[in-house]
């Protein structure tokens, strides 16, 4: 669970929405689907996938990381520096060779769970699958987390189903904006990719396969982030709403100076969801 931190209201009632409104009717937002296309021409050589380093974390009560490089979203608020938008950076590793060091960290720490962070780790789709099925043939007891923004799951369900074929898996699908206007300003994708992640959620529903979602709750009101859940509820189940983190825009020094474009068209975050680190 994450660390909520109160402050008064920056926004009255419904501006901050109308706000996103009018600055989305102003921008060109992209096709992230195509761009995912693009970007796995510079990140994927065969079954190997570009990283920028491997390391241990504290989240999940401890787990091990591979960082990939390049999204297919621009999230204003995403701590990922340079390695989100630069192919130039980083190595290209085989799926065995990445499996060998994530599990040889997981074991020096104790930990039972891996994951792939920082880039978006569906683009590389058979590495990815490729990468599991090593990590669960060596060692069946951990846990693979796979963070994803959901628009590739979404946008190619036979994924999903592939997912299917692995015992030791946990997806965590993350939500960026409660609507459309919002989807739009924060990634920069076009306003109609804002179902994909959602989708992502009912087909895991569907699936049986275990997953959480988080709600990035840094930019949008509460009456707009409630409907979002309502939403979900309604298309898939309430059961869902179980499944909730609640996720707050952290200050990192990189979000700061990506903000300064969103505060020039005066969209202002949530104050009660932010984090200064």
Known sequence: MVTEVSYAASNAAGEADRVAELAAERLKGFDPVKLSEILEKRVVRGLDRKYYRFRASRF?????????VLCNLRCIFCWTGRPRDDPRIGFFVS????????LSIARSKGYNIVRLSAGEPTLGWRHLLELIGHIENEDPKVVFVLETNGILLAAYPSRVK????FGRIHVRVSLKACNSQWFK?????????FHLPLKAIKLLYENNISFHFSLFMGFGTEKCWRSLLERLATEISEEVLGLVELEP???YSSVKRRLKFLLDIGVKPNRKYTYMP
């Open 95 to 102: 799926p065995a060779k990445a499996s060998r060091i994530l």
């Open 249 to 251: 825009l952290v200050l």
């Open 60 to 68: 999940y009560g401890g787990s091990a990381v591979g960082d990939v």
């Open 185 to 193: 300003v924060l990634t920069g994708a076009d306003s109609r990719f």
């Open 162 to 165: 592939a997912l299917n074929g």
